[in-house]
């Protein structure tokens, strides 16, 4: 009888260890299927090809909970992942004395660095609603996907770290929670300047009625630039939704864009070194006029060289602190470019408008405190203030299902940006166009008295008019990007400020070719005199 006894006791732990083998088996079969599905290169593990999805991605979810919840296993919590980590699960058994869980992804076995940004923390209220309607053995499951290829709604959202963080309590569906379930995000690089929120996957939801991401019922916080706390009072599938920008770029614009600044930006550094190589070989240096114009080829340059490192030093291998320095010498480029649009003319105008008695004692050196000293005044402030506000920016375009991420150094603070880049352009655009105008009609008013002089007034209208609009009066057009405006402004925009540099030698060019002429004109006429008085005598 003892012989039977321990016969049926050894067949029940058998059958026990092969049921729980048998269920373990297919959940990792069932995980390994959804990571060959996710996989955007096509290609498993072993470098073998993905068969089609058999699934809709809402199925695979339902599979996946379904065998969490049901499986039998050892222990109080059981932990399966794919082969590449690229999908995780877990399932803890919980009681009804559930004081609280802390799972964060830093502790998790086999998770790349780079995904293990994230943690969720459960409140002791999780399972309080349903131990009142039955006290038995509970159970949580959680989900990590690395991918949003199974949350994918109408809009191709965003998500950051392309992380969605899912959670279950049994088949209970949890929600208005007194104490939020806290879910942590981090990021590798700063995320201000950032438009983030909260969201859970709403399932049924959406066009296809697959789901779509909603904000209820959660809180986003930011403690640190680099991480979002998000205060749910429910359960499900959370991610964070980045939005970068009100009007983003269309991806299909993106190359031709990218191509147009990297050609203008490389010529106007050419011409720009080629201008001042010409302006020291030049004999006159200590002309005034032609000193503004070399200290705004200095500024240009500078500007033009620091756009082109930015994005290279905003990769992941480069520090974040090289990225941040490089952003802040943009930045100032940017005002010093802007200052010496803005001085230049404001020297049109004491050329052309005011052009009697007017002398500034040390005029160029005070040109040059205002246009080196007040923007570099401004970036350190911002420095002192907040370091934070300069970092790597990230760019997200959609392009059907694909997303594209560019990462450029630069400004991350939105206020900042608008007062100390839209703001100080504004200004200078417009200060610029009413000199402009200021000075045409000073030109006017000179071919009205002197209508001899009517061809040369002309021409010096058309020469002015060319001289403000490459100082400054284009950066007007970023106040032009919405609605049917937006496509020719990009364009425009791109093509005139990446070729600055360039707009500006030509006019260079210009001047010295008019100056030698003038020169050579003078010089002829006073030869001609000499020869006539020698006749005379």
Same mark, same amino acid.
């Given at each position: 009888?003892?012989?039977?006894?321990? %016969?049926?006791?050894?067949?029940?732990?058998?059958?026990?260890?092969?049921?729980?083998?048998? @269920?373990?088996?297919?959940?990792?079969?069932?995980?390994?299927?959804?990571?060959?599905?996710?996989?955007?290169?096509?290609? =498993?593990?072993?470098?073998?090809?993905?068969?089609?999805?058999?699934?809709?991605?809402?199925?695979?979810?339902?599979?996946?909970?379904?065998?969490?919840?049901?499986?039998?296993?050892?222990?109080?919590?059981?932990?399966?992942?794919?082969?590449?980590?690229?999908?995780? @699960?877990?399932?803890?058994?919980?009681?009804?004395?559930?004081?609280?869980?802390?799972?964060? +992804?830093?502790?998790?076995?086999?998770?790349?660095?780079?995904?293990?940004?994230?943690?969720?923390?459960?409140?002791?209220?999780?399972?309080?609603?349903?131990?009142?309607?039955?006290?038995?053995?509970?159970?949580?499951?959680?989900?990590?996907?690395?991918?949003?290829?199974?949350?994918?709604?109408?809009?191709?959202?965003?998500?950051? =770290?392309?992380?969605?963080?899912?959670?279950?309590?049994?088949?209970?569906?949890?929600?208005?929670?007194?104490?939020?379930?806290?879910?942590?995000?981090?990021?590798?690089?700063?995320? *201000? $300047?950032?438009?983030?929120?909260?969201?859970?996957?709403?399932?049924?939801?959406?066009?296809?009625?697959?789901?779509?991401?909603?904000?209820?019922?959660?809180?986003?916080? #930011?403690?640190?630039?680099?991480?979002?706390?998000?205060?749910?009072?429910?359960?499900?599938?959370?991610?964070?939704?980045?939005?970068?920008?009100?009007?983003?770029?269309?991806?299909? %614009?993106?190359?031709?864009?990218?191509?147009?600044?990297?050609?203008?930006?490389?010529?106007?550094?050419?011409?720009?070194?080629?201008?001042? %190589?010409?302006?020291?070989?030049?004999?006159?240096? !200590?002309?005034?006029?032609?000193?503004?114009?070399?200290?705004?080829?200095?500024?240009?340059?500078?500007?033009?060289?620091?756009?082109?490192?930015?994005?290279?030093?905003?990769?992941?291998?480069?520090?974040?602190?090289?990225?941040?320095?490089?952003?802040?010498?943009?930045?100032?480029?940017?005002?010093?470019?802007?200052?010496?649009?803005?001085?230049?003319?404001?020297?049109?105008?004491?050329?052309?408008?005011?052009?009697?008695?007017?002398?500034?004692?040390?005029?160029?050196?005070?040109?040059?405190?205002?246009?080196? +000293?007040?923007?570099?005044?401004?970036?350190?402030?911002?420095?002192?203030?907040?370091?934070?506000?300069?970092?790597?920016?990230?760019?997200?375009?959609?392009? +059907?299902?694909?997303?594209?991420?560019?990462?450029?150094?630069?400004?991350?603070?939105?206020?900042?940006?608008?007062?100390?880049?839209?703001?100080?352009? !504004?200004?200078?655009?417009?200060? =610029?166009?009413?000199?402009?105008?200021?000075?045409?009609?000073?030109?006017?008013?000179?071919?009205?008295?002197?209508?001899?002089?009517?061809?040369?007034?002309?021409?010096?209208?058309?020469?002015?008019? $060319?001289?403000?609009?490459?100082?400054?009066?284009?950066?007007?057009?970023?106040?032009?990007?919405? !609605?049917?405006?937006?496509?020719?402004?990009?364009?425009?925009?791109?093509?005139?400020?990446?070729?600055? $540099?360039?707009?500006?030698?030509?006019?260079?060019?210009? #001047?010295?070719?008019?100056?030698?002429?003038?020169?050579?004109?003078?010089?002829?006429? *006073?030869?001609?005199?000499?020869?006539?008085?020698?006749?005379?005598?």
């Amino acid at each position: 009888m003892d012989h039977c006894a321990a %016969l049926l006791l050894y067949l029940c732990l058998v059958t026990f260890q092969s049921g729980t083998a048998e @269920a373990s088996w297919k959940l990792r079969s069932l995980l390994e299927e959804m990571e060959m599905v996710a996989n955007p290169k096509g290609l =498993n593990s072993k470098g073998r090809s993905v068969p089609p999805a058999r699934l809709p991605a809402p199925e695979y979810i339902h599979n996946l909970e379904y065998n969490l919840l049901n499986s039998t296993f050892e222990g109080h919590n059981l932990t399966e992942q794919t082969s590449q980590a690229t999908i995780q @699960a877990l399932a803890f058994k919980l009681g009804c004395d559930f004081s609280g869980l802390l799972l964060s +992804g830093a502790t998790m076995e086999k998770v790349p660095q780079a995904w293990a940004s994230h943690a969720m923390q459960f409140p002791a209220e999780l399972t309080r609603e349903a131990c009142q309607i039955h006290r038995k053995e509970l159970r949580l499951i959680c989900v990590y996907f690395y991918t949003s290829f199974f949350f994918q709604d109408d809009t191709n959202s965003s998500l950051l =770290n392309n992380c969605v963080l899912g959670a279950q309590l049994g088949h209970d569906h949890v929600d208005n929670l007194r104490e939020p379930i806290n879910i942590s995000f981090w990021h590798h690089q700063s995320l *201000e $300047g950032q438009t983030l929120t909260c969201v859970f996957w709403k399932k049924g939801a959406g066009k296809h009625h697959w789901g779509a991401w909603s904000s209820e019922g959660c809180r986003t916080e #930011q403690p640190s630039p680099a991480q979002v706390l998000c205060r749910c009072n429910h359960l499900s599938y959370f991610a964070v939704l980045m939005q970068l920008s009100p009007a983003p770029i269309p991806a299909e %614009l993106l190359p031709p864009l990218t191509y147009i600044s990297l050609v203008g930006c490389s010529i106007s550094i050419v011409a720009s070194l080629l201008t001042i %190589l010409l302006h020291f070989q030049s004999r006159k240096q !200590g002309d005034f006029v032609t000193c503004i114009h070399m200290n705004l080829h200095v500024s240009v340059l500078l500007l033009n060289v620091t756009f082109l490192l930015s994005p290279m030093l905003a990769m992941s291998p480069v520090p974040e602190s090289a990225c941040m320095v490089l952003a802040a010498i943009l930045h100032y480029a940017l005002l010093c470019s802007l200052t010496w649009m803005a001085i230049e003319g404001f020297n049109l105008y004491l050329l052309l408008v005011r052009v009697y008695n007017v002398y500034i004692h040390r005029y160029v050196l005070k040109l040059c405190v205002l246009g080196w +000293g007040v923007p570099a005044v401004l970036v350190l402030l911002l420095l002192a203030v907040k370091s934070s506000v300069y970092g790597s920016l990230s760019i997200s375009q959609e392009n +059907g299902t694909a997303s594209q991420n560019i990462s450029i150094c630069w400004l991350l603070n939105p206020k900042v940006h608008s007062v100390l880049v839209m703001g100080y352009g !504004g200004l200078t655009s417009l200060f =610029n166009l009413v000199v402009l105008a200021r000075v045409l009609q000073a030109l006017r008013k000179l071919r009205e008295r002197e209508k001899a002089m009517g061809a040369r007034a002309c021409r010096d209208a058309i020469t002015v008019l $060319g001289l403000t609009v490459l100082l400054g009066t284009t950066w007007a057009l970023a106040f032009f990007s919405f !609605g049917i405006f937006l496509l020719p402004q990009l364009f425009l925009f791109t093509i005139f400020n990446s070729f600055y $540099g360039f707009f500006l030698f030509l006019w260079f060019c210009t #001047q010295r070719c008019r100056t030698e002429a003038e020169a050579e004109a003078e010089a002829g006429t *006073e030869m001609d005199a000499f020869s006539s008085s020698q006749v005379v005598q």
